[in-house]
């Protein structure tokens, strides 16, 4: 059963509005949660992450909010701009045992129209 | 730096061949990782190499063997490809897997391999 799930497989904006991306994971143990971004024909690399102690996180044009209520964290981006378009997953921190791997949503594809 | 880099990017076999996919990183990061996506199944992963000397199964490691040749180089093993290995393929590092850091992993462009 995924423990990470990104429940929307793509989503449409416009040049200018906001893209929020959602992402539910079940487990409370969960610590450290991370969003990557993904062009075709190239590897994942990371966007940014937020701790489970927090509820905010704000990079430039990209902000992750954590409700840990609700196991929900969402990603927003403003303003979305072409470039953004992409495939965007959550991964959050399996903190059980000593290797502390990645769990990983299915992932969301992001289109925005100029 | 070159980051993760992976060898060759594009790959196809026949049914029941053998290849090595090949990953290096210059990050001088402890901890390797091999992932395969697949459309609509995310990243999954197959071995991982906590530290040099170490690898471990992860999701779906069946029909893979890896080596951790050093610090730097992690290969990934089809000893005998089948049609439901077809995917493209990830190789990834970060400084550790260990508690108190966040394990942000680094991602090479990937290996597109196809079976027929």
């Known amino acids: 059963d995924q423990q990470v799930k990104q429940n929307s497989p793509s989503l449409s904006v416009q040049e200018g509005r906001i893209s929020i991306l959602n992402c539910d994971y079940t487990n409370s143990m969960f610590d450290y949660f991370l969003w990557y971004k993904k062009y075709p024909a190239e590897g994942p690399t990371f966007l940014i992450s937020?701790?489970?102690i927090k509820d905010k996180n704000e990079d430039g044009r990209f902000t992750v909010f954590l409700n840990k209520s609700a196991k929900h964290l969402s990603l927003h981006i403003v303003p979305s701009q072409p470039g953004d378009s992409a495939v965007y997953f959550c991964?959050?921190?399996?903190?059980?045992?000593?290797?502390?791997?990645?769990?990983w949503g299915l992932g969301t594809s992001l289109a925005v129209n100029p | 730096n070159a980051g993760v880099t992976q060898t060759p990017k594009f790959q196809v076999l026949k049914t029941g061949q053998s290849m090595t996919l090949q990953c290096a990183q210059d990050m001088n990061h402890n901890s390797m990782y091999w992932y395969r996506q697949d459309p609509g199944m995310g990243l999954r992963l197959i071995y991982y190499s906590a530290s040099e000397g170490t690898t471990d199964k992860g999701e779906v490691p069946n029909g893979y063997n890896v080596s951790r040749l050093n610090k730097r180089e992690f290969s990934l093993r089809l000893e005998s490809a089948a049609p439901s290995q077809t995917s493209v393929y990830f190789c990834a590092s970060s400084v550790g897997m260990g508690s108190g850091s966040i394990n942000e992993q680094f991602f090479g462009p990937g290996t597109r391999l196809t079976v027929l």
């Open positions: 991964a959050a921190h399996d903190n059980a045992g000593n290797n502390r791997k990645l769990i």
């Open positions: 937020i701790s489970s």
